[in-house]
């Protein structure tokens, strides 16, 4: 009795791309306002791509910052980054 084979590398498959993790849950990274820089935003606001905070939350922004305290991870990594002068005199 003889079995047939398939011919190694002629089969199909299928390609997977990673794709972000958008967010569009009720978890903590959703009762915060982040921080992202304002040309992402305006990108995002025209062509509706994701944003990347500087916490690492990936979304789509589509509501209003303001109404919402400021991400503290955000706050802390936006402190801890200066404010770019570096002429060393205080602000």
Do not use: N
């Amino acid at each position: 009795m003889s079995t047939l084979e398939p011919e190694r590398g002629t089969g199909t498959g299928t390609l997977v791309e990673p794709t972000p993790q958008v967010s569009h849950g009720d978890g903590d990274h959703e009762r915060f306002a982040h921080y992202v820089q304002k040309d992402k935003i305006m990108a995002s606001a025209l062509d509706g791509t994701p944003v990347v905070a500087l916490c690492g939350k990936v979304w789509v922004p589509g509501r209003d910052p303001k109404k919402y305290p400021v991400c503290p991870m955000c706050k802390e990594i936006y402190d801890s980054m200066g404010s770019g002068d570096d002429e060393g005199g205080d602000k």
